[in-house]
Each structure stands twice: as C-alpha cells, then as structure tokens.
C-alpha cells in the first residue's frame, strides 16, 4: 500500500487540476466581443508636413476592433476601451490604406486582422489667416449683455488640409457668461476652428491655441445712423444714401444715456461717374462704445452729375 502512496498522490493531482481547469473554463471561458469607437490617434504627422501634406480629418478619427481573451479580460477591456495609433510618415497624396497598431489591455488580443488596416485621405497642406471671435455660453442673472473689448490677438494662422482649411470661417474662444461682470476682466480661453456654420472642423494646427479676451457686462442702446460722403470727384453730387437705418450700441449706461444717433462715412474718392453703386461703411463711434455686431451690409449711393 505504502509503495502506491505516491501514485496516488500524482493521480490525485492530475484529477484536481484537470477539475480546475474545467471549472476554470466554464467560468472564465476565451470569448470575443467587438469594441466600436476605439479613439485613432495620427502619428509622424509633421514627415507628411515636411513634404507639404496633411490628413483630412472629418470629425474624431475611430474604428472598432474585435477582441479575444477570457471573458474577465474581455469584459474589463469593454469597459476600460481601447486606442490605436497609424502612423502616417510614408503616407501619399490620396486615399491610403495604412496599417493600425493597437494598445491592447492586459489578456485580450485583435482578433480580426481586417481591424488592423485603416483608410485616410492625404491632401496638400494650406495656410491662411482667420479672424478670432468670442462667444458667451451659459447664463446669467443679469440684464446687462456680455462683450469682449478686446482679443489678443485678433488673428491666428492654420494650416492643415486643403479642404479643411478653406472650410474654417474663423477661430473661436468661448466664455461664460457667469465669468462676466461689470468689472473688465481679461480671460484666457481656449481656441477651436469653426465653418461658417458653426461647426467644427478637426484636423487644424493652429498658430496658437488660446487667446486673451478682455470682457466686460454693458448696457445695450439701438440709436439712428446720419450718413456722410467724402471724397466724391469734382462734378459729381450724391443724391440718396440708403443703409442701415440704426444701430445697437454698447457701453456703459451713463455714456450711452446721451447718445441719439452715430454718423457713417462713405468714401467716394474712386467714383468717377454717375450711377448707383455700393461701398463699405465706416461707422464713427462714440468713445467708450461699440457696435454690438459687425455691420456687413454697404451703403446704396446713387451719384448724379451736378446741374
């Protein structure tokens, strides 16, 4: 019996460990499951900056993988997510279909080598100049209308890619409004590039990516607009201006309080005949106030010969 005793002992072994590891497989079998939205993350971008191209990119770039491991694994990589990286140093002109690499959590793999292979487009890289806008979120219990005096700077540059890039209306810095007060403050926000929209378009690289917005609450006032000319060639006389007929203004109460009307100047000075034609207004303003939206409409002159 004794001589048997380590036989036993090894049989007993082997039967544990087989129930072990058939226990083990019913509880925490290999599974599979598909990961959607697995962020991209573009790398050796500025190889492709050096030969003047860019990547397009419509939206946030993702893609989805299939994953496989024991379902624990499985399960704790669902719930914790995924990235994957393309790097795009010998991407060309074009549609390309380059290669993912995956940061996979601990116990889980790709499964489906189709997951490993993305599409991006390549264009040519553009530069140009947008202007720099502030928007105001949020509310406030105040009656008084937010504004920024000033924004520095007032311009930025981007680049990217070509169609992108002629997409881009302006950069935007949004603050909010319960930051505002009567008191000028200058703010620090964070710049985005925006369509014409309001949309907007990923991919910039831009000069900087903040601006410093000096804000402050104002009082609001609509007053008229008195027109004037300059400039008009000798000969010539304006017999009607036609424009806007007022304009809201903002500044503070007690300087608002005495204004009724602004006056606009329209120049003239390359008008050489008579006729109907139109030109850009500049709008004198008060000191201490501002217009409360950019004015893009022109003035309607008609000009006639004197008799």
């Known amino acids: 019996m004794l001589s048997n005793k380590p036989v036993l002992i090894i049989i007993s072994l082997a039967i544990s460990l087989s129930l072990w590891l058939y226990v083990t497989g019913q509880v925490d079998p290999e599974t599979k499951a598909k990961i959607n939205n697995v962020s991209v993350t573009v790398t050796n971008e500025e190889q492709l900056a050096e030969k003047d191209l860019a990547v397009l990119q419509n939206g946030q770039l993702t893609t989805s993988a299939t994953i496989q491991g024991k379902r624990s694994y499985v399960n704790k990589a669902k719930k914790s997510g995924m990235k994957a990286y393309v790097d795009v140093s010998e991407a060309k002109e074009g549609v390309n279909e380059l290669n993912l690499e995956f940061e996979t959590p601990t116990g889980v793999t790709v499964n489906d080598s189709t997951d490993a292979v993305y599409t991006l487009t390549v264009e040519k890289r553009v530069t140009k100049e947008v ?177």
């Open 131 to 307: 202007p720099v806008d502030i928007t105001f979120t949020g509310e406030t219990s105040s009656e008084l209308t937010p504004f920024a005096t000033e924004v520095d700077p007032e311009t930025i540059t981007i680049s990217g890619a070509k169609s992108s890039v002629e997409n881009v209306e302006h950069a935007v810095a949004e603050v909010d409004k319960s930051e505002v007060t009567e008191a000028s403050k200058t703010i620090e926000s964070d710049l985005s590039c925006r369509s014409k929209e309001g949309v907007t378009v990923d991919g910039m690289v831009m000069s900087r990516d903040t601006v410093l917005a000096t804000v402050r609450l104002l009082s609001y006032k609509e007053v008229t607009v008195q027109y004037n000319t300059r400039d008009l060639a000798h000969g010539l006389e304006v017999s009607e201006i036609t424009g806007p007929e007022t304009v809201q203004l903002l500044g503070d109460s007690g300087t608002l309080a005495g204004i009724t009307h602004i006056v606009a100047t329209v120049d003239l000075k390359k008008v050489k005949e008579s006729g109907v034609i139109e030109r850009d207004i500049d709008f004198v303003l008060p000191y201490g106030t501002y217009m409360y939206q950019d004015n893009e409409e022109k003035a309607k002159v008609t000009v006639t010969d004197k008799q």
